[in-house]
């Protein structure tokens, strides 16, 4: 599954969201599972103070 900014999104919303937003930085971050598979991705916006 991925997410942005905590909810469900496709791979196509994700491209559009992040190249639209000049100057804003994603962090991704990779969810396994027990077996160390990639079970989920999330892009998290991440603010500098």
Known sequence: MLYFEGRISSPE???????QEH??????????D???QLREL???RVNFF
Do not use: F, H, K, P
């Open 42 to 44: 999330r892009y998290d």
């Open 13 to 19: 919303e994700i491209t559009i969201r992040c190249c």
């Open 23 to 32: 100057g804003a930085v994603y962090m991704a971050d990779y969810v396994l």
């Open 34 to 36: 027990d077996s160390g």
